[in-house]
């Protein structure tokens, strides 16, 4: 839902860019759409088990690479054994404009190219302990897409999960990228906001997260 004032763009952290708004309505029932059909399969969306035992209360499903905890593969061993889905040009091309868009740079977002997203879905009870995402060989930014409900995204640093921290409200069709000192900071999910997307993007209900990233894997 909009507000009644502007949310206005804002470095978070050095490399550490919101930028709200950035998806139109229409960009935003596209990707829930082609969401929906990597939910399907050929590897369904499902919730991740960890090492030590314990499941994750958001429900992943991924493309061009499986991710499962530390590691990235193109099948799903962990699932049924099947290939991802290829990770299409046309979200290359989202993942420049969103660097443009961030950063100003339009020479570095050129030489982007990730290579995976990893689509998570929250209802009303999932939450994101806070972790970072340095299961990639590259350092090149993350891209995060919300759709839907929105949360609390807590942005940290890069030394360990607790403060100093940013509680940053994220709204359906909003921006965050990450990258330069900021790629490896602690940043996690400790509330989802039910009730309060617009089933105008196509979510009638819980968060979509789609993260772009570059492995660096071959």
């Not at 139109?24 to 939910?39: N, T």
């Not at 806070?130 to 993350?142: C, I, L, T």
């Not at 100093?164 to 906001?193: C, I, M, N, Q, W």
Request: net charge neutral; proline share 7%.
């Amino acid at each position: 839902m909009t507000g009644l004032f502007p949310r206005e763009r804002a470095q978070i952290a050095p490399g550490a860019v919101h930028v709200p708004g950035w998806l139109s309505v229409a960009e935003q029932r596209e990707l829930v759409a082609a969401c929906r059909e990597w939910a399907r399969g050929p590897v369904p969306i499902r919730h991740t088990r960890l090492p030590n035992g314990g499941v994750m209360s958001v429900r992943t499903v991924c493309v061009g690479w499986h991710w499962q905890p530390y590691r990235y593969t193109r099948t799903a061993d962990d699932v049924n054994g099947a290939r991802v889905a290829e990770f299409p040009e046309w979200l290359v091309e989202l993942g420049r404009r969103a660097l443009v868009d961030a950063y100003g740079d339009e020479e570095a977002a050129r030489g982007y190219a990730p290579d995976t997203a990893l689509v998570n879905f929250y209802d009303g009870d999932a939450k994101m302990g806070m972790h970072q995402d340095k299961d990639e060989r590259s350092g090149a930014p993350v891209v995060s897409l919300s759709i839907g409900d929105s949360c609390v995204f807590r942005f940290g640093n890069t030394e360990g999960r607790g403060r100093p921290y940013t509680d940053v409200e994220l709204v359906s069709g909003d921006l965050f990228v990450f990258g330069g000192p900021s790629r490896f900071a602690y940043h996690g999910v400790p509330k989802v906001l039910p009730g309060t997307g617009d089933p105008a993007s196509g979510m009638t209900g819980g968060r979509l997260n789609i993260t772009l990233r570059e492995t660096g894997l071959r």
